[in-house]
């Protein structure tokens, strides 16, 4: 951070600074505290990464800053106690605990680094900032107790000024502190773009990736507002939290990919992208369903949230992408010749079932059977006693049927599908994604499925926690299977966790509201039940079984698909032995939706 004014730093409440260690002795030193550092982090986080001193960080970070390198957390040798000005042993202590849990949720929940390409020190400390704010908040809702820890760091308020490393402080407490309420308009905006609800429990930008745009649409907002900013002694603050320098790929990794201007059709995308809150609209419904906590044995109200979204456009398309620039025409095309199997392997279509004749000979019926009552007054007027069943049976047509397909869109489905005798690939050195195996056997089996008295929907999920389970409606009940409902499919992109209990039971809802006599839900899944705030393995399992057995009480038979052997013991134990199937090879996969669909 700049060098802060001698007023506002005689205002600012005299915590530990890890800077002024060589300056203010006496001293804690970090390696009074290092037995005991691991065990709590190993507590907090099952893991403990290797704490280090020395060498100064990346880019001459001072050598009294905490930094993040591949050998682990580097945290300075000592710091300061300033005794004279309130501060003592144990607010040193915090500090070290403060420091060590933050970069220990950097290492939680890491993403990709990202290049200096195209975003300049501005949009730098920007992303810096709302990355700390990101992680800071999982691992809150993981660990509560930690936001108490890191707010006692954060003292910034109105007091401190309107400039740019004053409203950066103040924006990073509010992002942590949900009672604290700046009235800054650069830092609440900050926060309204950065939640999505009012009470900043789910983010809108739950992924690195996405942060940059955020940081460039508040970076113009500082330009405009004429705040300065000295890149060269800017100081991330808190002084707990780490430089960011790991954020950004070296020098050296980056030269090569920008000495070739890249063509037109080739977008940089993130790495294992998630989807782009970005584009998600603003009228998103949230609901709320209960939880099974096996370990009370009891229902948890309320527990999860469902973030139920139309995309308008496509989503997961890279930055700066408007819809026309995937043509809903040519997404329609692909899936529609994007088959699992040959099309001479997979037949003619079948055709539909004619309805069965009226049954004649019945004892009583809907009218008269006219060769019945002929046979029975021939055979009275020759003195044998007559047949009484003399009536005809109108046959009742076909009840209704709706059949849903939902789709694990978790970060998961972008590995290499798999069946239960190996690959799942189209044919020799080639392969297709979990995911884009189930988007195009589902449309397959809706074009082979859909019909007059057969609604078909194809949605799809997935999760970051309990307070964010995002469900995307994708093909609804009424859609006809068109090229804009084909865009919004094969659009659809991995990233992200699986709680599917909360899912199973949001598709049931939407599943009741249809009028029909038959209600199918067909899980398309890959592994099992998975999220950032458990740790149980079974807990998710049981949640789910929980649902499936919910579903079966209201009249829905609910089935999954697997696209991996090695999940078959938790699909059995969520949909019991006959409740799964695990097709062998690509082209068995659409006639496994469309039979898991009509097994009702």
């Known amino acids: 951070m700049n060098g802060p004014a001698p007023a506002a730093a005689a205002s600012r409440p005299a915590w530990p600074d890890a800077t002024a260690a060589a300056a203010a002795p006496p001293a804690l030193a970090l390696a009074a505290l290092r037995a ?16 280090a001193t020395g060498a100064p960080g990346p880019q001459a970070a001072p050598p009294c800053r905490p930094w993040l390198s591949l050998q682990g957390v580097h945290l300075p040798a000592a710091v300061a106690l300033a005794a004279h000005d309130g501060a003592d042993e144990a607010q040193a202590r915090d500090w070290y605990r403060a420091a060590a849990t933050h970069a220990a949720a950097h290492r939680a929940y890491a993403s990709q680094p990202l290049s200096r390409a195209g ?43 309107d400039g740019f490393e004053a409203l950066m402080r103040r924006l990073a407490r509010s992002l942590l502190d949900p009672g604290y309420g700046d009235p800054h308009p650069w830092v609440a905006k900050g926060r309204r773009l950065f939640f999505l609800d009012d009470h900043g429990q789910v983010l809108a930008v739950p992924h690195t990736a996405a942060l940059r745009t955020l940081a460039a649409r508040l970076g113009h907002d500082i330009g405009q507002l004429r705040a300065g900013f000295n890149a060269r002694d800017y100081l991330v603050q808190p002084s707990y939290r780490d430089d960011n320098s790991w954020l950004w790929l070296p020098e050296q990794e980056r030269a090569a990919p920008e000495a070739a201007a890249p063509r037109p059709d080739e977008t940089p995308v993130p790495a294992g992208p998630a989807p782009d809150r970005e584009r998600v609209p603003a009228a998103a419904a949230r609901y709320s369903y209960p939880e099974w906590d096996r370990l009370i044995a009891r229902h948890r109200p309320g527990w999860c949230t469902v973030i139920e979204t139309r995309p308008l456009a496509p989503p997961g398309l890279p930055p700066g992408h408007e819809a026309h620039s995937s043509p809903p025409r040519e997404v329609f095309a692909l899936l529609t010749r994007d088959a ?56 009742r047509a076909a009840g209704r049927r709706a059949s849903l397909w939902l789709i694990d869109a978790s970060a998961s489905s972008a590995g290499p599908a798999r069946g239960a005798a190996g690959g799942m690939g189209t044919g020799a050195g080639d392969s297709v994604s979990l995911l884009r195996a189930a988007r195009a056997a589902a449309w397959q089996a809706a074009c082979g499925t859909q019909g007059p008295r057969h609604a078909c929907a194809i949605h799809g999920f997935c999760s970051e926690g309990r307070g964010a389970v995002h469900y995307r409606r994708l093909k609804d009940f009424d859609d006809a299977l068109d090229a804009d409902a084909a865009a919004r499919l094969g659009a659809l992109s991995s990233g992200l ?20 006599t038959h209600r199918t839900l067909v899980l398309v899944s890959d592994g099992e039940p998975h999220d950032i705030d458990t740790h149980d393995p079974r807990y998710l399992i049981d949640d789910a079984r929980r649902a499936v057995q919910a579903a079966a009480r209201r009249g829905i038979t609910v089935r999954c698909v697997g696209l991996d052997p090695a999940a078959a013991p938790a699909l059995r134990r969520i949909f019991g032995a006959g409740g799964y199937s695990l097709p062998a090879h690509p082209g068995a996969l659409t006639a496994a939706l469309a039979r898991a669909a009509a097994d009702c």
């Open 119 to 161: 975003s300049g020190p501005v949009v730098q400390a920007l992303v810096g900032l709302l990355e700390d704010a990101r992680v800071e908040h999982l691992a809150c809702r993981e660990l509560p107790g930690l936001r108490r820890l890191w707010l006692r760091f954060h003292d910034a308020g109105p007091a401190l000024g």
């Open 497 to 516: 966790s699986t709680r599917l209990g909360a899912a199973l039971r949001h598709a049931t809802a939407l599943l009741r509201r249809q009028r029909a």
């Open 340 to 395: 699992l199997a040959p099309a001479e392997s997979r037949g003619p279509p079948q055709p539909r079932a004619a309805a069965p004749p009226a049954r004649g000979g019945q004892l009583d019926g809907d009218e008269f059977d006219l060769d019945a009552l002929t046979q029975a007054a021939t055979a009275s007027r020759a003195g044998l006693p007559p047949d009484d069943r003399v009536h005809r049976r109108r046959a």
């Open 36 to 51: 005991e550092l691991a065990p709590y982090l190993r507590t907090l986080w099952r893991t403990a990464p290797p704490l």
